[in-house]
């Protein structure tokens, strides 16, 4: 079964946790702390995300990224970076937590991070009292950005992903009448859910069913016996890639043969799966393609592949775009000041992994830039369309 699988990887949270930082930072458990002055020959910058539990496989990802960015890019201000990696487990007061341990004791310049939405929020709430120059890389919830102008994000956002894939379901695939199964409990999940309905019967198409569960279900039997009975074109699933490979896998034991669509959640479930063809056929978008021919893109898998051995996904991508921002930031702010890293994000027009064109930033702190639609073809990912922000 695919939790044999998704059990390697909390393993791989764990061990990843246990070193703590790139940079030697301090343990899980050890009470001491490293002083807030981190010394003139040095840069910190933070990383929070969640490096175990169940979403595990995003925050891991993104750190790598990061990882690989900084070991690339060694010094910023002819200082060297010492990157440091906490755990947030997924949890909001977890995540609150780091930030204040790596702001308060460990002295750093700027954070990346959260990587998923919910701590995100809690994240941004904090640091922006503080002025903290904070990037989520990966967090896709409209509300992140609206606490402060100190906080960014490097992906696009949940409404945005609701209204493409609705866009492509309806124009490129031709769906008129589709399903949607959502995490109620889940903000994300939730959001996108409403903003593909909203865009989808707005162009004319029809929500035959609209089912939901709760985060911690995995008997998902009754929502799709519901849903097959509509026969609908497609359905929608924005969810994370852990459900996808649960719902994917009872509805190919049901016989279900619907069109699968989804979300940048997504990312990593073939990686997971045991029978990967419960998912063939499906499309998602995403914020990248490894098929991306680009000069960008392909310095990074090829970098990435040689390091950790496997194709970066997209939080790979993102932390380590999300890297290359912050560090040009205060190579351009001249100095650690909050505020001068602040303003030169807001400058920001650089060549990224995960946008065909030059990444900029909009005045609520989000990124201009375009989005991939993905297909699964032989159990691997494909680049079926990209597009630039008009």
């Given at each position: ?32 702390e ?18 175990t539990g ?23 201000l002819?200082?060297t970076?010492?990157l440091e990696l906490?755990?947030?487990?997924h949890?909001?007061?977890e995540a ?9 004791n460990?002295?750093?310049?700027a954070?990346?991070?959260a ?11 904090e ?7 904070v990037?989520?890389p990966?967090g ?6 609206t606490?402060?102008?100190n906080?960014?994000?490097?992906c ?7 209204q493409?894939?609705?866009d ?5 695939l ?6 949607i199964?959502?995490?109620s ?14 865009a989808?019967t ?10 939901a ?6 008997d998902f039997?009754?929502q799709?016996?519901?849903i097959?009975?509509?026969n ?13 490979a649960?719902?994917?896998t009872?509805?190919k ?28 056929g ?31 996904n ?18 351009r702010?001249?100095?650690?000041d ?8 807001k ?5 990224v992994?995960?946008?065909k ?7 609520g702190g989000d ?7 993905i297909?699964?073809?032989?159990g ?11």
């Amino acid at each position: 079964m695919f939790f044999k699988k998704l059990i390697s990887f909390l393993v791989a949270g764990v061990m990843v946790l246990s070193l703590a930082s790139c940079g030697g930072g301090t343990e899980p458990g050890n009470t001491e702390e490293p002083s807030g002055d981190s010394g003139s020959e040095e840069i910190v910058i933070g990383f929070v995300g969640p490096l175990t539990g169940p979403v595990s496989i995003y925050g891991l990802a993104a750190s790598e990224g990061a990882q690989l960015y900084f070991e690339q890019n060694p010094t910023i201000l002819g200082k060297t970076v010492r990157l440091e990696l906490l755990d947030d487990k997924h949890d909001t007061s977890e995540a609150v937590t780091a930030y204040n341990r790596l702001v308060g004791n460990m002295g750093a310049t700027a954070i990346i991070g959260a990587v998923t939405s919910k701590p995100a929020i809690a994240l941004s709430i904090e640091a922006a009292k503080k002025g903290t120059p904070v990037i989520t890389p990966t967090g896709t919830a409209a509300e992140i950005t609206t606490y402060g102008e100190n906080i960014f994000r490097a992906c696009f956002l949940d409404p945005y992903q609701g209204q493409t894939m609705a866009d492509f379901a309806y124009d490129s695939l031709g769906n008129k009448n589709i399903a949607i199964l959502f995490d109620s409990a889940d903000d994300y999940s939730s959001g996108v859910a409403e903003a593909f309905e909203a865009a989808f019967t707005a162009k004319g198409g029809t929500i035959v069913a609209n089912e939901a569960y709760t985060s911690g279900d995995t008997d998902f039997n009754a929502q799709l016996t519901k849903i097959k009975n509509e026969n609908p074109d497609a359905l929608f699933l924005p969810i994370y890639y852990s459900d996808v490979a649960m719902i994917s896998t009872q509805a190919k034991a049901m016989g279900f043969s619907t069109q699968l669509l989804g979300i940048d959640g997504w990312d990593g479930v073939i990686d997971i799966l045991d029978d990967v063809s419960a998912v063939e056929g499906a499309y998602f978008c995403n914020h990248y393609s490894t098929e991306d021919t680009s000069e960008e893109v392909q310095n990074f898998v090829t970098s990435y592949e040689e390091k950790y051995g496997s194709l970066p996904n997209s939080f790979a991508a993102l932390g380590f775009d999300t890297a290359h921002v912050i560090a040009d930031a205060i190579e351009r702010a001249g100095s650690g000041d909050s505020a001068a890293i602040v303003e030169a994000i807001k400058t920001t027009e650089l060549p990224v992994v995960t946008s065909k064109s030059p990444l900029k930033f909009d005045e609520g702190g989000d990124p201009i830039k375009g989005i991939s639609i993905i297909k699964i073809v032989d159990g691997k990912h494909t680049l079926d369309t990209q597009s630039n922000p008009e």
